[in-house]
């Protein structure tokens, strides 16, 4: 079996935060993507209550772009998740939902990226997301 890892780091090798994102499961009873959302990891905690330990991660969910992937990409679209009161919309999850590691690509758009923009910062400068179904095999079995 392969294992990954999933980080949350706010410095990472001395070059800015690392923050991976995953799929987690959020509805078992549905296929593919419509049973999962795409959350960026903020930070890894557990915490006991009654003798019994919680593993935990706080998250930022994306929201999904549209009922079905992009007709051009065959890609899901997505974008981080606010609040009404445009606060990212973050939540605590069980560990046991993350699913596994999720690879998102920059929606660009027709202008250069400015250079000054490091890749660490990625998520927090673009506003849409393509959800990468081609990063491996295993992605692009369960991003149907």
């Given at each position: 079996m392969r294992q990954e890892y999933i980080r949350a780091a706010p410095?990472?090798?001395?070059?800015?935060?690392?923050?991976?994102?995953?799929?987690?499961?959020?509805?078992p009873e549905l296929q593919g993507m419509r049973?999962?959302?795409?959350?960026?990891?903020?930070?890894?905690?557990?915490f006991?209550?009654?003798?019994?330990?919680?593993?935990?991660?706080?998250?930022?969910?994306?929201?999904?772009?549209?009922?079905?992937?992009?007709?051009?990409?065959?890609?899901?679209?997505?974008?981080?998740?606010?609040?009404?009161?445009?606060?990212?919309?973050?939540?605590?999850?069980?560990?046991?939902?993350?699913?596994r590691a999720a690879h998102l690509i920059p929606i660009y758009g027709r202008d250069f990226v400015p250079r000054e923009i490091a890749p660490c910062h990625s998520y927090d400068v673009f506003n849409g997301f393509y959800v990468n179904k081609f990063v491996d095999h295993h992605a692009f079995e369960i991003t149907y």
């Open positions: 410095t990472w090798r001395q070059n800015g935060p690392r923050y991976d994102c995953a799929f987690v499961i959020t509805d049973g999962m959302d795409i959350a960026r990891m903020f930070c890894f905690f557990s006991k209550s009654e003798g019994i330990c919680y593993p935990c991660a706080l998250v930022q969910w994306f929201d999904r772009v549209g009922d079905g992937p992009d007709e051009s990409t065959g890609m899901w679209m997505v974008r981080p998740g606010f609040t009404g009161d445009h606060q990212r919309n973050l939540a605590v999850i069980h560990v046991d939902t993350i699913f």
